[in-house]
């Protein structure tokens, strides 16, 4: 018997955290077109300039910058937030952009969520 069906999400309905899958909205956290500077500093010591090209409570698109290794670990630092925020890539796109998991746990994720909010609000 099949699981109870996720809704489809409607024509230009906002992007959000997760996978589509045959039409159908699996994700979790909605995900706001931004362009904001970022830097990313992974292990190893290696440090980046890019650009955020969308958000969410559980993620970001970082373009501009080289690839790098899905799975890598690093720490993320945002344009207009105070906080950097312990990420790893989870994917790399076609054109190199980078998939970024933030890998935040209670009060700490709170408290860098609520900075996020606040800096989507300012615009973006």
Do not use: K
């Not at 045959?22 to 077109?33: C, I, K, L, S």
């Not at 501009?64 to 207009?80: D, N």
């Not at 950097?84 to 700490?108: N, Q, W």
Request: with cysteine.
């Amino acid at each position: 018997m099949p699981g109870p069906q996720m809704p489809t999400a409607p024509r230009g309905a906002m992007q959000s955290h997760g996978v589509v899958t045959a039409g159908r909205e699996r994700r979790v956290h909605p995900r706001y077109p931004v362009d904001w500077t970022a830097r990313a500093e992974w292990r190893g010591g290696i440090a980046v300039e890019g650009r955020v090209g969308n958000v969410s409570h559980g993620g970001a698109l970082l373009v501009g910058v080289p690839p790098q290794a899905a799975g890598s670990i690093g720490t993320l630092r945002i344009e207009g937030i105070a906080l950097p925020v312990p990420c790893r890539v989870v994917a790399v796109g076609a054109d190199s952009s980078l998939h970024i998991a933030f890998e935040l746990e209670g009060m700490g994720l709170e408290a860098f969520l609520a900075r996020l909010d606040q800096r989507i609000a300012q615009g973006r």
